[in-house]
């Protein structure tokens, strides 16, 4: 296993708009991309902060995954992903260690990265995410 920073933190937002105004306003970031997730029925919001960034989620369906975790929860913090060097291996060994997956396989994220996701169930309530960039 080889996480190498924090890649991002996700958080659910019920309007992109005015959480993005939130972060430049207020926390003086500065949102560099936006970018619609299809296949996850979201649209993304991204800003740097160091090494790590910051993923806002707005659902474009509510029975899409942000829509039902907003629905069950309300917004905020929705997952932490890590960064991995090799994003197979991290997958395999984690399931050999007996870590329930959500993605046994790696697939497309925003920013063309590998992702794949943890079972929050078997993570200690986080919903954890790995990435590789290729
Ligand atoms: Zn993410």
Redesign the pocket.
């Given at each position: 296993m080889d996480l190498t920073h924090i890649?991002?933190i996700?958080i659910a937002v019920k309007n992109l708009n005015d959480s993005i105004s939130y972060y430049e306003n207020v926390l003086g970031l500065k949102c560099y991309a936006i970018e619609e997730v299809k296949e996850q029925k979201v649209k993304t919001a991204f800003f740097h902060i160091g090494q790590t960034k910051i993923?806002l989620?707005e659902s474009t369906a509510p029975e899409g995954p942000i829509g039902k975790f907003i629905e069950k929860k309300g917004e905020g913090l929705h997952?932490i992903?890590f960064a991995v060097t090799n994003i197979e291996n991290a997958l395999q060994e984690t399931e050999a260690k007996g870590i329930t997956l959500i993605d046994k396989k790696p697939r497309k994220?925003?920013e063309g990265l590998d992702?794949a996701f943890l079972h929050p169930k078997a993570t200690y309530g986080v919903l954890t995410?790995f990435?590789e960039k290729k």
């Open positions: 890649e991002h996700g993923e989620l997952h992903a994220g925003a992702i995410e990435c």
